[in-house]
């Protein structure tokens, strides 16, 4: 078997914006321009470059929630394209505003349980898999009865990551996951996901603008520019290695912030 946990190939995908009718017809931008992208088991990756990089859109192409134009994604030994259903069960996703993601009407304990609602479980099988993710984050039962505006911001977050483990997924992709922590809150987090990958066996794959958070995190990281990417190697990159100018400038850049 193969050590790719994710392999991604010639990825495009392009957006229609603006136009009106035969008036004025749309502009296409092209967010994903012909992209290769492979992640090993084991290995996390982290995917950087500034804003409109289009690294949220691979994401949402890799999760299946979006579908390319051209290329070919598999996840394992499944073609996520050809059977987007299969590949959800070895993946999951963490949105950058967990927020906007997680459904104030619902409790905790159900917000986490909903991606066992697919699997053949009984009631209390669900809710003692819920319990134990929720566990491994750091959030009590006694949490469980909860409904996210009582979480604070970090908490929240870690409610996305139990729920998004809860399935036992091998690759998790997170996009942003710091972004709108402060860094005290964003080192807790950066443990977190470290501690899962040691004791979940999960491999994320993270997109964000924080080189930092990538350098503490990943082993490999790719550089995206305007859909493309320019640069792809270890960790090694953010400490100077990089080739292309754009990694290096971006890299240099991030040291002065």
Same mark, same amino acid.
């Given at each position: #078997?193969?050590?790719?946990?994710?392999?991604?190939?010639?990825?495009?995908?392009?957006?229609?914006?603006?136009?009106?009718?035969?008036?004025?017809?749309?502009?296409?931008?092209?967010?994903?321009?012909?992209?290769?992208?492979?992640?090993?088991?084991?290995?996390?990756?982290?995917?950087?470059?500034?804003?409109?990089?289009?690294?949220?859109?691979?994401? /949402?192409?890799?999760?299946?929630?979006?579908?390319?134009?051209?290329?070919?994604?598999? %996840?394992?030994?499944?073609?996520?394209?050809?059977?987007?259903?299969?590949? *959800?069960?070895?993946?999951?996703?963490?949105?950058? &505003?967990?927020?906007?993601?997680?459904?104030? =009407?619902?409790?905790?304990?159900?917000?986490?349980?909903?991606?066992?609602?697919?699997?053949?479980?009984?009631?209390?099988?669900?809710? $003692? *898999?819920?319990?134990?993710? #929720?566990? $491994?984050?750091?959030?009590?039962?006694?949490?469980?009865?909860?409904?996210?505006?009582?979480?604070?911001?970090?908490?929240?977050?870690?409610?996305?990551?139990? =729920?998004?483990?809860?399935?036992?997924?091998?690759?998790?992709? !997170?996009?942003?996951? +710091?972004?709108?922590?402060?860094?005290? +809150?964003?080192?807790?987090?950066?443990?977190?996901?470290?501690?899962?990958?040691?004791?979940?066996? %999960? +491999?994320?794959?993270?997109?964000?603008?924080?080189?930092?958070?990538?350098?503490?995190?990943? &082993?490999?990281?790719?550089?995206?520019?305007?859909?493309?990417?320019?640069?792809?190697? +270890?960790?090694?990159?953010?400490?100077?290695?990089?080739?292309?100018?754009?990694? /290096?400038?971006?890299?240099?850049? !991030?040291?002065?912030?």
């Amino acid at each position: #078997m193969s050590d790719a946990l994710l392999d991604v190939r010639g990825l495009t995908k392009a957006y229609a914006i603006g136009g009106r009718g035969f008036v004025r017809p749309a502009a296409v931008r092209r967010a994903l321009d012909r992209v290769d992208l492979v992640v090993a088991r084991g290995r996390h990756m982290g995917v950087v470059g500034e804003s409109g990089a289009g690294k949220s859109t691979l994401a /949402r192409c890799i999760a299946t929630l979006e579908r390319p134009d051209e290329g070919a994604i598999r %996840v394992g030994d499944v073609d996520a394209l050809a059977d987007p259903a299969a590949a *959800r069960a070895s993946l999951s996703m963490v949105f950058q &505003d967990p927020a906007s993601s997680l459904d104030p =009407r619902w409790r905790a304990l159900d917000i986490v349980a909903e991606p066992l609602v697919r699997l053949a479980l009984a009631p209390a099988e669900r809710r $003692a *898999r819920a319990l134990a993710a #929720m566990e $491994a984050v750091g959030l009590g039962a006694g949490e469980a009865a909860k409904r996210p505006h009582e979480f604070s911001g970090g908490q929240r977050q870690r409610l996305a990551f139990a =729920r998004a483990i809860v399935g036992r997924p091998a690759l998790v992709i !997170a996009d942003e996951p +710091t972004s709108a922590l402060d860094p005290s +809150t964003a080192a807790r987090l950066l443990d977190l996901m470290a501690r899962l990958s040691d004791e979940a066996g %999960v +491999t994320f794959l993270v997109v964000s603008h924080d080189l930092h958070a990538i350098d503490r995190l990943c &082993d490999d990281v790719a550089v995206m520019r305007e859909g493309r990417i320019v640069e792809a190697g +270890t960790r090694a990159m953010l400490a100077g290695a990089a080739r292309d100018d754009y990694a /290096r400038a971006l890299v240099a850049a !991030a040291g002065r912030g």
